[in-house]
């Protein structure tokens, strides 16, 4: 089984300090943050000058990076460009660093009357990103965030990006659950064959959402992993324990280990 874990779950962590909690735990690092700068050309550990002696460093530490996490949303007319150009120079920076894969968001479809329109506007935006990004040997995987986490929208996508090889999805088990709930077999099996990545969390199905260390909630994480290793899925399973944007969650130094130690179950 392999481990990983975002940044976003340590915003206030150093560079060093990540390096050396992520190998004591033998976790691989998703980059969602580094030294406080989220996007990735302004990450000074990824500028031209420093890239090889960032990359030797994670050689010296046995880790890898598994993915970068930008924020591009491709659902808004009015922002589409400024997003597909982010996500480029995104997707160049990951060639850089050997990071093989980005995470970009449709995200929002305001007038659900419209979800048609907006899933096939979003998807020409994936097409162009993608396109651009298998030339550079990086994939580009769409996270299920948002109002991209239902059947409805995830069959248009499906079938708008069916050929396009540098796709993926990220499943994210938080946000489809919103939407299914325990019943997630059936959104699973329409997503499976487009899995790359998985970000495992957990939260109860109150009105804030709540999130709670792995186990403490309401996702049904056993049932999913279990399914997920059923049918021979091999990629990371990602924890993204979201510290940056609820400070009041417990510390990394708490919530890391209690995710290794809660996935040692399936092994």
């Not at 033998?26 to 580094?34: A, L, M, N, Q, S």
């Not at 994210?172 to 970000?199: A, M, Q, R």
């Not at 049918?231 to 995710?259: R, T």
Request: with cysteine.
């Amino acid at each position: 089984m392999k481990l990983s874990m975002s940044t976003l779950g340590c915003p206030d962590w150093t560079f060093e300090q990540v390096l050396e909690h992520f190998s004591a735990l033998h976790c691989d690092i998703e980059i969602r943050g580094i030294d406080g700068e989220m996007d990735a050309d302004r990450i000074v550990r990824f500028f031209p000058e420093n890239a090889e002696e960032t990359k030797r460093l994670m050689r010296e530490k046995g880790l890898k990076f598994v993915s970068f996490g930008a924020s591009c949303k491709f659902h808004d007319p009015k922002t589409q460009a400024q997003n597909i150009a982010e996500a480029k120079t995104a997707v160049d920076v990951c060639a850089r660093m050997e990071i093989p894969s980005l995470r970009v968001f449709g995200n929002d479809i305001p007038d659900k009357s419209k979800t048609e329109e907006t899933v096939v506007f979003a998807c020409n935006g994936f097409k162009e990103v993608c396109a651009y990004a298998e030339k550079k040997g990086v994939k580009v995987n769409l996270e299920v965030h948002g109002d991209f986490n239902s059947v409805e929208a995830i069959h248009i996508l499906l079938r708008e990006m069916s050929g396009v090889p540098a796709f993926g999805i990220i499943w994210d088990v938080e946000h489809s659950d919103k939407t299914v709930g325990d019943n997630f077999l059936p959104f699973y099996e329409l997503v499976k064959p487009l899995i790359h990545h998985i970000h495992i969390k957990d939260y109860l199905r109150d009105e804030h959402y709540t999130l709670k260390l792995l186990g403490e909630g309401q996702i049904p994480l056993p049932a999913i992993v279990r399914q997920l290793q059923k049918d021979g899925y091999d990629g990371y399973y990602s924890f993204e324990w979201e510290k940056k944007w609820h400070p009041e969650l417990p510390e990394p130094e708490i919530a890391f280990p209690h995710f290794v130690n809660y996935m040692k179950q399936f092994e």
